[in-house]
C-alpha cells in the first residue's frame, strides 16, 4: 500500500511516496523525514476532513504525513 | 467574465493541500471570509487562522476582536494556504511550542485578562511567549498585571 509525505516549500509542497513493501522507497522517505526533523521542522499525520492527526516524532510507514518547515517568530 | 486566475501553480497546490486537511466547516468559514477556526490542543481555546502570518487567539464567544494576536510563520517563502496549514496544525497538535516561538501581543486587555485562568489552568502560561511578552520582554503597552503580579 502506498503512503507519502507532503513537504512544505515554495512550490506549495512536494510529495515523497513510498510503498511498505518496498524498502527503497521507504529509506529515502525516512531520509528527508529525518531531515526535515533535524533542521527543525515537525512532521504531523495527515487526516482526511480534519486538521491531522497529531505529531509525528518517528517515522511511520504506515502513515500519510505532512512536514512543515520550522516556524519562527516575526 | 474573465475566465482567468491570477494564482500560480504554487499557490493552487497549497491550496489543494490546505482544503484536503481540513474539515467542512473550516472550508466554508474559508470560502465565506477568507479564515477558519481551530482549537488549541493544550488550551482548547479557540484561534483564528487567516491568510497572513498573524494568528488571532479569541475569547469563547467574542469571534469578532481579538484577545491577542500571534505573529509567526515557516520559513521557506511558502504559499499562504500552506502558511494557514501549518498555523493550524501547530496550534491544534503542538500548541506550547507555536506559543514559545511566536510573538505574542495582547490586543483586548478585557479579553485578555479573561483567558488568563484558562491559560493558567492549562499550562499554557508559564514558559511560553504569554509569559516571555507580558512580563519580560515589554514589548506591548496596556494597563496590565506587571512583572509582581502573582501569576
Known sequence: MKHSLSIMDSSGDRKAEWDENDPATMTEARRLFDAIRA???????????????????????????????????? | MLGWSLKTPSAKRAERLLHANLTEQQRADLRDHGYFFVTGGQSRLPYRVGPRQTVWLLAPGVWTKPAGIFCVYPLGGLPSSDVMLAHALSIQHDERSFCSVAVFSPYSPDLWYGLIPNLQKSGMLRGTTYENCCYRRGVFAYHGPGPDHPI
Open chain 1, 39 to 74: 533542521s527543525g521542522g515537525q512532521v504531523f499525520q495527515a487526516q482526511k476532513d480534519g486538521i491531522g492527526g497529531g505529531l509525528v516524532k518517528e517515522f511511520d510507514p504506515k502513515a500519510n504525513m505532512i512536514a512543515v518547515p520550522r516556524i519562527v517568530g516575526g
